[in-house]
């Protein structure tokens, strides 16, 4: 799957697009919401630029609301331009399948702010000698369209102590990535939950949200460098898990953290 086709979007009036999506984001429980995320988010950036929305101003922060399923098919994405500052510009989009709502968004574009500089996150993990890729062979899903290689004590419905996942990835194409993909990516995996649990189990998310802590927009990971993503569900408690994440490219650094409520049980 070529990023720039699954992220394709046509205008078909103001402020509204068309896009689609195929049978190659199929994900374990319907249609993948990260390429749904991505397809708002590439809609909202060609309105900003339409809009003389100055080049320098990359996504920061994104929000997701899944409200309703998403199918194999188009889908419609209608973009408003809430507010359109000296530096911050905010955008709400709204996907919409036969006339009914499936997710709206919030995003938020910036240039740097000057600002205090340090990081609680935790560290890292060191990358062992030996990890798993992340494949379905012959089928069609969203984790084929990623190249990832899991910790080797990460399993699906392993019954682990910890419900986590730690692994490495990169674009399945080439070394380079946007702000598009990566909201993708933040989503990519299945629930951690299913790490900790034994057997199959609901786990939908009904919101997802990304901050991006550069505002560089667009990275390149070279020839062998992967980003490392650890996705904790650190509480799950009446049918409902929070799960939160970090993302960090190849020198340490933070790139991304995510937060994600889910329906679990």
Avoid: C
């Amino acid at each position: 799957m070529i990023w720039e086709h699954a992220v394709a979007v046509e205008p078909i009036g103001e402020g509204r697009y068309r896009g689609h999506v195929d049978e190659a984001w199929t994900s374990l429980q319907g249609v993948h919401g990260g390429v749904v995320a991505a397809l708002a988010l590439t809609a909202a950036e060609r309105t900003l630029h339409e809009a003389g929305a100055d080049s320098g101003r990359a996504l920061r922060s994104a929000t997701l609301g899944y409200v309703a399923g998403n199918s194999i098919g188009e889908l419609a994405i209608d973009v408003d331009v809430v507010r359109h500052g000296r530096s911050l510009v905010t955008t709400h989009a709204r996907t919409s399948q036969q006339h009914k709502t499936t997710t709206v968004a919030r995003f938020h574009h910036s240039p740097p702010w000057e600002g205090m500089t340090y990081s609680d996150a935790p560290p890292m993990p060191d990358r062992p000698p030996t990890t798993v890729q992340l494949h379905r062979p012959g089928a069609h899903s969203h984790i084929n369209n990623v190249d990832t290689h899991l910790h080797p004590e990460t399993q699906l419905l392993g019954g682990a102590d910890r419900a986590e996942w730690i692994a490495w990835s990169r674009p399945l194409h080439g070394s380079r990535f946007d702000a598009a993909w990566l909201l993708m990516f933040g989503d990519y995996f299945p629930p951690a939950v299913f790490a900790k649990a034994t057997t199959r189990q609901r786990a939908v998310t009904i919101e997802y949200s990304m901050q991006i802590h550069s505002a560089v927009g667009r990275w390149d990971l070279g020839e062998n460098g992967y980003l490392t993503a650890r996705m904790h569900a650190f509480h799950s408690h009446e049918g409902f898990a929070v799960e939160d994440g970090w993302i960090y490219l190849p020198d340490g650094e933070l790139l991304a953290t995510t937060r994600q409520t889910r329906l679990a049980g």
